[in-house]
């Protein structure tokens, strides 16, 4: 069995933070889709960032797409997953 720290982050200083002290990965959300509304969350271009420079030092990046989402949504969805895959993320947490 292999663990791992898994930590939040609500904004990128938080998620540098987490690497800083030990996490092995990050979860966070994008500004559309997350359900963690009062946080501060990342943008497409501070994303694609972490998400290289998590992958430099050998961490994982995990995205929370949780959000109900309607049918009037569907192409922003789709656009927030293909930036998602686009910067090479590790994974996605959907509800």
């Given amino acids: 069995m292999v663990v791992e ?8 200083d938080s998620g540098y933070a987490a690497f800083a002290h ?3 990965a990050v979860y ?3 500004t559309q ?7 501060q969350n990342f943008t497409p271009d501070a994303f694609a960032g972490f998400v290289k420079y998590a992958h430099q030092i050998g961490k994982r990046v995990l995205v929370a797409v949780n959000t109900i989402f309607f049918e009037n949504e569907k192409e922003s969805l789709i656009d927030t997953l293909q930036t998602i895959e686009s910067a090479g993320a590790d994974g996605v947490i959907v509800q």
């Fill in 22 to 24: 030990g996490a092995d």
């Fill in 33 to 39: 889709f997350s359900a963690r509304a009062e946080a």
């Fill in 5 to 12: 720290l898994l930590a939040p982050a609500g904004q990128i």
């Fill in 28 to 30: 966070l959300g994008l």
